[in-house]
């Protein structure tokens, strides 16, 4: 059995565009405006909420000693920024049914 394709974009601009009464374009809007703001407050303030789903997180990774795979030599990876999506307790609970 075929494993289904994550839904796209458009397809989530349509579902959203349908439910609400709205037109596709609308509906693509708002979504590249979540985007947009998620992207900007995570910059600002270091973390950015979507109840019921996760949250964007900035944080800082320290400078560390790592190896080079293909010759084993140690190298040295610089400190830097990060983002990571810590997925709330709602999401994992409705995804995996526990």
């Known amino acids: 059995m075929a494993e289904k394709s994550a839904m796209t974009k458009s397809q989530l601009s ?32 270091k973390q950015f909420t979507i109840p019921g789903i996760g949250k964007l997180v900035l944080s800082k990774r320290k400078a560390r000693i790592g190896r080079n795979p293909a010759t084993g030599a140690e190298i040295k990876i610089p400190a830097k920024k990060v983002v990571k999506f810590r997925v709330a307790k709602a999401c994992k609970d409705a995804v995996l049914g526990e």
């Open 14 to 45: 349509n579902h959203i565009a349908e439910l609400a009464g709205i037109t596709k374009k609308t509906a693509n809007e708002i979504l590249d405006e979540l985007a947009a703001v998620a992207y900007k407050e995570a910059k600002r303030s």
